[in-house]
């Protein structure tokens, strides 16, 4: 497929292009799975939606694209796995590569989000919630894409 026309934005930027109605996206990207969380319609609640298990690319982006178009998807909030000490490794170059994928199929614009310690925060409340193991491993990763998901909104309504 040719490009389509996406592009990762700023914050700032985003807020513009954004349309009455339309809800962002908020992914956290793992390995295995892609915890998957979604706006209301005034880009102000994140709520988790569904833990996605990688298999093949075309395969998760499809799902995606499925969810962009079903839910009036206008932007797209992907956590990027910045290091503690401010630098960029491995999880960030994949998590880049990923977005540069997903832009070749969609015009949806793309944000990259600090998203240091969400997944370490998310873990701590279901502890505090004393959810089990197994509840955990369920509730993570679309938890984490949620908390990615809200310090974004929390951002967006102060530009």
Do not use: H
Request: with cysteine.
């Amino acid at each position: 497929m040719s490009y389509v026309g996406s592009m990762i934005i700023e914050m700032k930027d985003l807020k513009s292009r954004l349309k009455k109605g339309q809800r962002l996206l908020g992914l956290d990207l793992g390995s295995k799975t892609i915890g998957i969380a979604l706006s209301d319609i005034q880009c102000s609640i994140a709520s988790p939606m569904e833990t996605l298990r990688r298999t093949k690319f075309t395969k998760d982006a499809e799902r995606l694209l499925q969810i962009i178009k079903e839910q009036n998807v206008g932007g797209i909030i992907l956590g990027l796995p910045i290091n503690m000490d401010g630098t960029e490794g491995p999880r960030c170059q994949s998590t880049r590569q990923f977005a540069a994928n997903m832009m070749k199929k969609t015009d949806i614009p793309f944000v990259l989000w600090d998203e240091r310690l969400s997944t370490m925060a998310v873990t701590r409340t279901l502890l505090e919630a004393d959810a089990s193991r197994k509840r955990r491993r369920e509730l993570v990763d679309k938890m984490a894409a949620a908390f990615i998901l809200q310090g974004a909104l929390d951002n967006l309504a102060q530009l």
